[in-house]
């Protein structure tokens, strides 16, 4: 285990929300990563959820076609529940035709008007071809219209927890209300790895033809021979160049989101440079077995004064190997912490850092049951609180 460089110091809750918001934007130089071009990123080690990389990641810009990622994520939901099924057939109707099929100008699959397209192909012409008739036909096919759909995704968006995510169509086509962010995109991107292996290899297709046209798979990425395996690119007039991106070596996983470059040719490199560095500069070190006491809380009007803190699952982080920055913890709770307290219940959260950098936040559960105390010890911590309130 690792413990040399990791200190421990208890935080009231107050004191925390500061320290989240300070930890939101960091500089491609503190990151170790010099002349960084995006003007967002987002880089996240999957195993551990330690962040690599983080600028302004909670900036919105328009999603483009990295919507399309939100609009699958639906739609393999409702395959996954029962609510459609991929033999089932949807109807191209004169709207996802002009809008996004061949008449459009756009990414396409070419779907025929009038014609029938199973969900299953739909989902090809998505995912591969980066097509926007199929997005409008599986909208239309699931909610009735697309704008129903758009409000679905905005809602699913929040059920995710990315509350700075609104869509205003399905295929990321220009539309005024859409933004997104970096963090957000990550996020949505590590939800569907986790959650639908049986869709993600669909992203690594190396191409689709229908109606008799082929296609060649619309990521950039993946014939960098980098690993990376998903999930797509997109660009928005005024915003730039964007893409995201899942990568694997060697049982590590990556997810990246970039916004706002120059060029096509730009976000290929900055990608294949970003990625390459999360891979190759960084170790997973053990600061904690799961359930072992990471510290305690103090506890008002409890039997006793203290309730020690642990994590259901190992403390792990993802640093640089070549590390000179300390790393240090803060234990984050809300005071007062009242009695009763049981054990499991969810008390507060270990913030772990680099420097100044924001690593990882994990929860911490109480290890024991603090049942209320007596009446001696109710004065103690009324007269403790009533210090603390007037300092």
Known sequence: MYFPRFSRSIVPGVLALALIAAAGEVSAQDS??????AKQAYLVESKTGTVLLAQNENQSFPPASLAKLMTMDLVFDAVSKGEIRLEQAFPVSE?????????????????ALKSEVPVEDLIRGVVVQNAND???????????????????MTARARDLG?????????????????RTTARDLVELARHIHANY???????????????????RNKNPLLGLGIGVDGLGAGFAEG????????????????????GGLAS??????????????GLSAFETRVLFKQDEVVGQASVYGGEKSHVQLVSSEPVNIYVRAKNGERLSGKIVYKWPLRAPVEKGQVVGTLQIFEGDRALKQVPLHAAENIGVGGLV?????AALEMLFFWL
């Open 32 to 37: 170790g990563l010099p002349d960084l071009k």
């Open 95 to 111: 709207n996802a035709w002009r809008t996004g099929g061949a008449p459009s100008g756009t990414t396409t699959m070419f779907a």
């Open 134 to 152: 199929a997005c409008i036909i599986l909208a239309e096919g699931l909610s009735g219209n697309e704008a129903n759909f758009a409000a679905r």
């Open 162 to 178: 990315l509350t700075r995510s609104v869509f205003g169509n399905s295929t990321g086509l220009p539309q005024q209300e859409s």
């Open 197 to 215: 292996p049986q869709f993600y290899n669909l992203y690594t297709q190396p191409d689709f033809t229908w109606n008799k046209i082929f296609q």
């Open 239 to 258: 915003s730039g160049f964007a893409v995201v991106a899942s990568v694997e070596r060697n049982g590590t996983r990556l997810f990246m989101a970039l």
């Open 264 to 277: 096509d040719k730009e976000r290929t490199e900055e990608s294949r440079r970003i990625l390459e560095w």
């Open 377 to 381: 010890s109710k004065a103690a911590d």
